[in-house]
Antibody
Framework: EVQLVESGGGLVQPGESLRLSCAAS????????MNWVRQAPGKGLEWVSY????????YYADSVRGRFTISRDNARNSLYLQMNSLRAEDTAVYYC?????????????????WGKGTTVTVSS | DIQVTQSPSSLSASVGDRVTITCRAS??????FNWYQQKSGKAPKLLIY???SLQSGVPSRFSGSGSGTDFTLTISSLQPEDFATYYC?????????FGQGTKVEIK
């Protein structure tokens, strides 16, 4: 079964750090580009960050650039999000999501597999 | 950044109704457009990708159309399990952006 399982969420104070993990199983993790997407309480979805399969450009939302770092360990089938200088507005459920396959060489960048999410609360 | 405007923000419908949700992108994006369903407390689920391609395992009552700037999700005959929030998303350029969501409620 294709599966993504996030972990590492919790309650932290403003300015503190947290590292989220996403464990992948049931597919060849190293062959897929990955993302983090978050959802603040009662709000919509916000894309956070993208990482390619190996080398290549990493992208971030403006709201987290310079504070968050996405990384992956293909040997461990794992995706990570290092979150520093956390703010109250970073409070959200964080999902990892797989980017789906390209078709006939065209990549439509859709997120076809999602984890259940891990909750991050930033509060004093 | 490409903005995505989704409407309506909510709707009430009955089982069996035909439901249409629309999204508009702030610039032309070809067919780099996707639709997701999210039930309360659950992760989003991909319904439609590339504007009109049905994701494997998704019932055929769901369909997507559009290209350029205007896109539509249609549920041909609403079923009890379809009551949820639906999000559209442009995947043409980062930052990938989502619509504000449409909550489909029981009339």
């Amino acid at each position: 079964e294709v599966q993504l399982v996030e972990s590492g969420g919790g309650l932290v104070q403003p300015g503190e750090s947290l590292r989220l993990s996403c464990a992948a199983s049931g597919f060849t993790f190293s062959s897929y580009e990955m993302n983090w997407v978050r959802q603040a309480p009662g709000k919509g979805l916000e894309w956070v960050s993208y990482i390619p399969t190996g080398g290549g450009s990493i992208y971030y939302a403006d709201s987290v650039r310079g504070r968050f770092t996405i990384s992956r360990d293909n040997a461990r089938n794992s995706l990570y999000l290092q979150m520093n200088s956390l703010r109250a507005e970073d409070t959200a459920v964080y999902y990892c999501a797989r980017l789906g396959d390209c078709t006939d060489g065209v990549c439509h960048n859709y997120m076809d597999v999602w984890g259940k999410g891990t909750t991050v609360t930033v509060s004093s | 950044d490409i903005q995505v405007t989704q409407s309506p923000s909510s709707l009430s419908a009955s089982v069996g109704d035909r439901v249409t949700i629309t999204c508009r992108a702030s610039q032309t994006i070809s067919n780099y457009f996707n639709w997701y369903q999210q039930k309360s407390g659950k992760a989003p689920k991909l319904l439609i990708y590339a504007a009109s391609s049905l994701q494997s395992g998704v019932p055929s009552r769901f369909s997507g159309s559009g290209s350029g700037t205007d896109f539509t999700l249609t549920i041909s005959s609403l079923q009890p399990e379809d009551f949820a929030t639906y999000y559209c998303q442009q995947s043409y350029g980062t930052p990938w952006t989502f619509g504000q969501g449409t909550k489909v409620e029981i009339k």
